[in-house]
């Protein structure tokens, strides 16, 4: 079975970096990943928060208040992601696998966030009361029922393929050079005007 990450993973996953950078932190972990999900706020994993927990401003306060910001300087290239971030891949790969999509959503990188339990993203959801149990059950409430085509969830399936990881790796690292050539295009068409460059008094 093929894997195609959706546009809104792709879209949390720049914006967990943006985070990481924003925080001045030199990696990109678990709790990167949810603040992506939580700014994203459209896909599926942002309903299922709604669903369980009101709304979506008492997870993004409650993660605020457990993060600490770094002193890292702005990064220049890649920032690695951490074991437990990669773990979260890896978990939305098969909690994809086992319900038989061929697709990897936002909702599954929540339940792969609810899975790394040792991850900073699972010690503040669960201290909102998210639960794996509860957000697999909305997210069937949401995509349909179990009994429609490619919504079974088989608990014994197949995990990620031999080699996931690297080629996550591989991956991310072509979305964040992309990124990087989007944002000198914005630049290049967009140059400051003499206004903007500090000299005027």
Known sequence: MNYNFTDRVRVVLAMAREEAVRLQHDYVGTEHVLFG???????????????LVGDLAPV????????????ANTPIGELPYTTGAKQVLELAMTESRRWNHSYVGTEHML?????????????????????????????????????????????????PPPGFVDEMDRVIARMEALLADLRRLRDAANPPSEEDDGSAT
């Open 37 to 51: 999900i939580l700014r994203e706020g459209q896909g599926v994993a942002a309903e299922i928060l709604k669903l």
């Open 60 to 71: 993004l306060r409650a993660l605020e208040g457990r993060v600490t910001p770094g002193r």
């Open 111 to 159: 339940l792969g966030l609810l899975e790394v339990r040792q991850g900073l993203a699972s010690e503040v959801l669960g201290d909102l009361g998210v639960r794996l149990d509860a957000a697999r059950d909305e997210m069937l409430r949401l995509l349909g029922s179990d009994d429609a085509p490619g919504r079974r969830f088989d608990p014994e399936g197949p995990g």
